[in-house]
């Protein structure tokens, strides 16, 4: 059985920054591609970031690009989120998932059904 644990959340001011990390135990995680979403109360869960199973590719959403960096650790079974230049739009649960698909060659997909196992979030806050 796969776990997935975020870590990393927190309350930050504006213009800051967060690094989100999420442990994976069980299972293969480096022949899987990763990505981390984020929901906000009343909204669908939005994908944020994503990456290939051996980190050569990745694909954010519009609103992040620049500003957030999706990598992983193979050896170390983690994947991280560099969140800089926080806004307060930002302000969500964030959590990481894992693509159900071995060595899915395209990442990046916002349906959250192809994602197979999920942590249980981690709330970031951005004070304006």
């Known amino acids: 059985q796969v776990q997935l644990v975020e870590s990393g959340g927190g309350l930050v001011q504006a213009g800051g920054s967060l690094r989100l990390s999420c442990a994976a135990s069980g299972g293969t995680f480096g022949s899987y591609a990763m990505a981390w979403f984020r929901q906000v109360p009343g909204k669908e869960r939005e994908l944020v970031a994503a990456i290939s199973w051996n980190g050569d590719r990745t694909s954010y959403a519009d609103s992040v690009k620049g500003r957030f960096t999706i990598s992983r650790d193979n050896a170390k079974n983690t994947v991280y989120l560099q969140m800089n230049s926080l806004k307060p739009e930002d302000t969500a649960v964030y959590y990481c998932?894992?693509?159900?698909?071995?060595?899915?060659?395209?990442?990046?997909?916002?349906?959250?059904?192809?994602?197979?196992?999920w942590g249980q979030g981690t709330q970031v806050t951005v004070s304006s």
């Open positions: 998932a894992r693509d159900g698909t071995f060595r899915r060659t395209v990442v990046g997909g916002t349906n959250p059904r192809i994602y197979d196992y």
